[in-house]
C-alpha cells in the first residue's frame, strides 16, 4: 500500500488530513523560500508561480528519498495591491501587516502538489479573497497578545478557524485553502488514485 506523506511542517496541514479520515506521516522538506520567492520576483512571476513552485520544490526533495509514496507539499502566498506578503517574524511585524492589510481585500493563494517517485503527478492552486474589516487599534492589540507565536506560522497572520475569523467581513473561495490546503481536491485525487475508498 503506497503511504501519503505530508512534506509540511504546519499542524494545521497535518490537523486538516487527520480530521479528514487520511492516515499520512510528516517528513519535513527545508526550502530557501525567500530566495526562490527573491529570484521569482526578479524575474516577474506572478504570484500563483511563486506558491506552484514553493511547493512543488518542498515536494520533490522529499519525494527523492521515499521511492514510490505520495508526497504532498504545499505553499501559500498572499497578495494585497501587488504587494506579496511573508510570515510576520516577531509581533511587531505582525502588528504592521495587519495594519497594511486592515480594511482592504487580499487574495491568497494556496498551492498543493502531490509528487511520487521524485516527480509531480498532480497539482492545484485554490484561491480565497478576504476582506479585512476596520478593526480597532485596541482587537489588533489584543489579537496579536492573545494568538501568540502560533500566529506566525501562517501567511497573514490570521487563523480563520479560531479568533481570526473576527478580522474579517467577508471571505470568497475556498475556505480549506484558507486554512493552508485545497482540501477537497486533495481527497478527489487521493480516492482516483486508491489512497481513499471512493
Known amino acids: 500500500m503506497t503511504d501519503l506523506i505530508l512534506a509540511s511542517s504546519s499542524s494545521a496541514r497535518s490537523k486538516m488530513l487527520r480530521d479528514a479520515g ?21 524575474e516577474g512571476a506572478p ?15 522529499v519525494s527523492a528519498r521515499n521511492g514510490s509514496d505520495f508526497v504532498l507539499s504545499a505553499d501559500q502566498v498572499l497578495v494585497s495591491a501587488g504587494k ?3 510570515k510576520a517574524q516577531n509581533a511587531d511585524e505582525l ?7 486592515r480594511g482592504t481585500s487580499h487574495e491568497l493563494l494556496s498551492a498543493a502538489v502531490i509528487c511520487e517517485g521524485g ?28 494568538g501568540g507565536a502560533a500566529l506566525f506560522e501562517t501567511v ?9 475569523a473576527q478580522l474579517f ?6 475556505y480549506f485553502s484558507v486554512l493552508g490546503l485545497p482540501l477537497l481536491e486533495v481527497l478527489g485525487f487521493l480516492r482516483a488514485r486508491g489512497i481513499l475508498t471512493e
Open 95 to 101: 502588528r504592521a501587516q495587519l495594519r497594511e492589510l
Open 169 to 174: 467581513s467577508r471571505v470568497q473561495g475556498d
Open 84 to 86: 506579496l506578503y511573508d
Open 119 to 146: 516527480r509531480p503527478v498532480w497539482r492545484h492552486i485554490g484561491r480565497a479573497q478576504l476582506i479585512m474589516r476596520s478593526f480597532s487599534d485596541t482587537y489588533l492589540e489584543e489579537y496579536v497578545t492573545d
Open 22 to 42: 487520511v492516515a499520512h506521516r510528516v517528513d519535513v522538506s527545508r526550502v530557501d523560500e525567500d530566495a526562490v520567492k527573491r529570484a521569482m520576483l526578479a
Open 47 to 61: 504570484p500563483r508561480d511563486i506558491a506552484d513552485k514553493l511547493a512543488e520544490l518542498k515536494g520533490l526533495r
Open 156 to 164: 497573514g497572520g490570521y487563523k480563520l478557524e479560531e479568533k481570526g
